[in-house]
DNA sequence: ACTTTTTACAATATATACATTGTATCACAC
DNA sequence: GTGTGATACAATGTATATATTGTAAAAAGT
């Protein structure tokens, strides 16, 4: 699995637990302190490689853990 | 537990990992593709915050997970 | 003591994430 | 059909991670 693979389904993974969550990207965004919710559709279209501290920011808001938005298995593959 | 704690802590877990494999700095950012070993010791002093990308390599070069490098309880706090 | 390896630290250049604003589209409610 | 909220996408500026090279010091081995 490729860093742009990767990225891509962290993204897909990303909008789902989101959208689970019920929370618009901007909301996301405040809640996490990123400035504007632009920039959870880049990271959720995987257009961006994105900081650990904002995955983190994100594992705690939306209470979820690596593994729900990483597929361990796939990434060593 | 802020960016500034989590990054340091993730350095820290990140040397102890890294020396456990019997790795150099220079060895590790070499199977990770990294251009050079500084980067890997920016990561461990905790002065920058890397990339997910960076994170999940360091994952698979280190034959890790991610609760090795970051301590999930004390994240939440 | 000497050599070798590893790590720390500094400086500069480049690539890229993030901030900010604006526009357009899409979906849904009314 | 109109209005409203959410998302996609573009452009520009700023902050920062990474690339690259160099020097020095610390650590480890001989």
Redesign the pocket.
């Known amino acids: 699995m490729n860093k742009k693979e990767i990225l891509k389904e962290f993204g897909r993974n990303l909008?789902a637990e989101?959208?689970r969550a019920g929370l618009?990207?901007?909301?996301l965004?405040e809640k996490i302190?990123?400035?504007?919710?632009?920039?959870i559709?880049?990271?959720?279209?995987g257009?961006?490689?994105?900081?650990i501290s904002?995955v983190i920011a994100i594992m705690n808001a939306l209470n979820i853990d690596f593994e729900d938005l990483f597929d361990i298995k796939n990434l060593m593959k």
């Open positions: 909008k989101r959208n618009s990207q901007e909301q965004a302190g990123l400035s504007y919710g632009q920039v559709g880049t990271i959720e279209r257009e961006i490689n994105t900081s904002v």
